[in-house]
């Protein structure tokens, strides 16, 4: 497959350093753990995956170069994707941006990327969490762009290395909205947001949440990690605290930022995301078939891991 064993460091050295130092990257070593990871992935009789550079790569990094971790990610990134019992297959359905329905979602902007970057090198990513209509728009298609939207920024090892800030405006949402995330809704879309996607989500801003949202809110709190919770940041409806989180330079103007009109912002990204729809179609290849998966091991550890551990302590001279 093109794009093995050819990956070639490209950004800046303050991103080299902060690669190595939060998730012990180790040029001398980067392309020989791809591989390592390739040929587990190639050995794995239920998986069906990308083995490109790029695509490997994004996993070693959020899992720290923990090569048993990368591995329980991949896995589950592909299982989300196929597995009736174990995933959510119909968010993953035809990830097509030039689908009408994903277009449409597209130009409401339910989400996507604020401009720039902000003081840490952050992508930051606005979820209009009321801008659509529940009569009118398939809850699960709200999803699908949310997934496209996270494969396209996952291109970008910037993002991959700094990590993102999650922006959810609430200035919208209503009880028709409420009702789309019941128990089961919630604890899916939080196992793949903590457990499936190769993301680094470094912190989580609230913004003009109504009363109602402490119903959904309490809901996510049961399913949520002890880490991500300490990254919560709630600012009501001030757009001063608002600021003191995300620069203004990055915000549409409706939020009190300088960034641009929020139509401008969604025009932009509309176009970065029909450019690069064959990502898209890389990413529909990755799927399991649980009836050729590796039974557990006697001692109670997944079988069918192959090559396990940390390359941390692995330096060469």
Excluded at 8 to 33: V, Y
């Amino acid at each position: 497959m093109a794009g093995e064993g050819t990956y070639q460091w490209s950004l800046d050295d303050d991103s080299l350093k902060k690669a190595a130092k939060e998730l012990n990257e180790d040029s001398k070593q980067r392309a020989s753990q791809i591989d390592s990871l390739r040929t587990w992935v190639k050995k794995q009789p239920h998986i069906t995956s990308r083995t490109d550079d790029a695509f490997l790569l994004r996993f070693l990094r959020t899992s720290k170069f923990s090569m048993l971790r990368a591995q329980q990610m991949l896995d589950k990134f592909c299982t989300v994707r196929s597995s009736q019992e174990k995933g959510v297959p119909l968010w993953f359905k035809d990830l097509d941006p030039e689908d009408p329905k994903i277009l449409e979602l597209l130009d409401i902007g339910t989400c996507l990327p604020l401009p720039g970057r902000d003081d840490q090198n952050r992508k930051v990513m606005l979820y209009r969490t009321g801008a659509f209509d529940p009569k009118v728009h398939d809850f699960s298609d709200v999803m699908r762009l949310g997934f496209i939207t996270t494969d396209i920024l996952l291109m970008d090892e910037l993002n991959q290395i700094h990590g993102f800030v999650i922006l959810l405006d609430f200035s919208e949402f209503g009880m028709s909205h409420v009702t789309c995330w019941g128990p089961d809704t919630v604890s899916k879309a939080m196992m793949c947001w903590q457990d499936c996607y190769p993301t680094r989500n470094k912190a989580i801003n609230y913004y003009n949440t109504p009363t109602l949202f402490n119903v959904v809110f309490e809901l996510f709190k049961l399913v949520m990690k002890e880490k991500y919770k300490q990254r919560l940041h709630f600012h009501w409806s001030s757009q001063e605290s608002l600021h003191k989180q995300v620069p203004q330079r990055m915000l549409p103007t409706y939020m009190g930022g300088t960034a641009g009109t929020l139509q401008e912002i969604i025009q932009d990204w509309k176009v970065h995301v029909l450019k690069n729809k064959e990502e898209i179609s890389r990413n529909a290849r990755c799927a399991v078939d649980e009836e050729k998966r590796p039974a557990p091991e006697k001692d109670g550890s997944e079988g069918g891991w192959g090559i396990v551990g940390s390359f941390r302590k692995l330096a060469l001279d």
